[in-house]
């Protein structure tokens, strides 16, 4: 399945890995690391995932939120200040408070933050989003060229079409499509809900953490191939981007086994499908 672009990559043909993390690993704070996770209860630094990106390809990356606070938007300044790979940051903000645009103004001088995200999937409210808060604080975004993030579970998918409609100027990205149920082979519900959300034309899809969404020690390449189908059909090759999730990805599979699923998948795409696909929509959306 391919649908053919002429656009041209503009940025010297550079790849992007457009989802990962870092942190220093705080057993209290990062609660969401659960003991099944063991192998992520560590840190996990700038210096370990160079080496990853430059052992699968890779010239760059935009490095994602994992905490809700403002503090860690300054770690991970720190970090892509120190480390030129790192090319953009989504940080956190707390989009319902009433002086938003005024933090947001502060972030905008800080030429590595990209946009914001909050954990959407984690809130009791599976509607807040829509809270008129919520919706205050996304429309202030525009106005300083700030993306977001949308990170939920498939089943507050419903919600997104009024959501995003709302703001047809803001730039919205899926992260991890979504999360649908890869593992149980649920699909009819999900490919419904994406693609209604795929009919606004100001939000893209990040192809990233399907491996946690499958049976992290079972999974084969024909599990994903379903609903990388379904990504493609109804985002197009300009609104799709790679993402490892690293070092999230490692409870399930390594980077390479990662990157691997997407390669093959994408091995029959044209070259300026696949540039799109490994960096040049992630440059654009995200202003790298």
Same mark, same amino acid.
């Given at each position: 399945?391919s649908a053919?672009t002429?656009?041209p990559?503009? +940025?010297?043909?550079l790849r992007?890995?457009?989802?990962h993390h ?15 996770m ?5 840190d ?8 990853v990106?430059q052992?699968?390809g890779f010239?760059?990356s935009?490095v994602?939120?994992?905490?809700q606070?403002?503090s860690?938007?300054?770690l ?7 480390h +030129?790979?790192?090319?953009g940051?989504?940080g956190w ?8 645009? +005024?933090?947001?103004g502060?972030?905008?001088?800080s030429?590595k ?10 809130e009791?409210?599976?509607g ?9 604080g996304?429309?202030t975004?525009?106005?300083f060229g700030?993306?977001? +993030?949308?990170l939920i579970?498939?089943d507050?998918?419903h ?8 703001f ?6 899926i ?16 490919q ?15 192809i990233?953490?399907?491996v946690?969404e499958a ?11 379903p609903?990388?189908d379904?990504i493609?059909?109804a985002?197009g090759?300009?609104r799709?981007m790679?993402g490892s999730d690293?070092?999230?990805c490692?409870v ?14 994408f091995s029959?795409f ?5 540039g799109?696909?490994?960096g040049g929509?992630a ?6």
């Amino acid at each position: 399945m391919s649908a053919l672009t002429n656009a041209p990559l503009g +940025d010297g043909g550079l790849r992007i890995d457009a989802h990962h993390h870092l942190w220093k690993f705080d057993p209290v704070r990062d609660t969401w690391i659960t003991d099944e996770m063991a192998a992520i209860q560590r840190d996990f630094l700038p210096e370990d995932f160079k080496l990853v990106l430059q052992e699968n390809g890779f010239d760059g990356s935009v490095v994602v939120q994992t905490d809700q606070s403002e503090s860690e938007n300054e770690l991970l300044l720190n970090y892509a200040n120190a480390h +030129d790979f790192i090319k953009g940051i989504v940080g956190w903000t707390d989009l319902q408070d009433n002086n938003v645009e +005024d933090r947001l103004g502060d972030y905008a001088h800080s030429k590595k933050i990209k946009g914001f995200r909050h954990v959407l999937q984690g809130e009791a409210d599976r509607g807040l989003m829509l809270r008129s808060a919520f919706m205050n604080g996304i429309s202030t975004l525009a106005k300083f060229g700030f993306t977001y +993030d949308i990170l939920i579970f498939s089943d507050q998918l419903h919600y997104i079409p009024e959501f995003v409609a709302g703001f047809p100027s803001q730039k919205f990205v899926i992260d991890h499509i979504a999360k649908p149920d890869i593992k149980n082979k649920k699909i009819d519900q999900w490919q419904k809900e994406i693609k209604e959300i795929a009919k606004h034309q100001n939000v893209s899809c990040k192809i990233s953490g399907m491996v946690t969404e499958a049976d992290w020690k079972n999974w084969t390449q024909q599990d994903f191939v379903p609903y990388l189908d379904v990504i493609v059909e109804a985002f197009g090759t300009k609104r799709i981007m790679y993402g490892s999730d690293w070092p999230v990805c490692l409870v399930a599979a390594s980077y390479e086994s990662v990157h691997g699923i997407v390669q093959q998948y994408f091995s029959s795409f044209s070259e300026n499908e696949q540039g799109l696909f490994f960096g040049g929509n992630a440059i654009q959306f995200y202003n790298l």
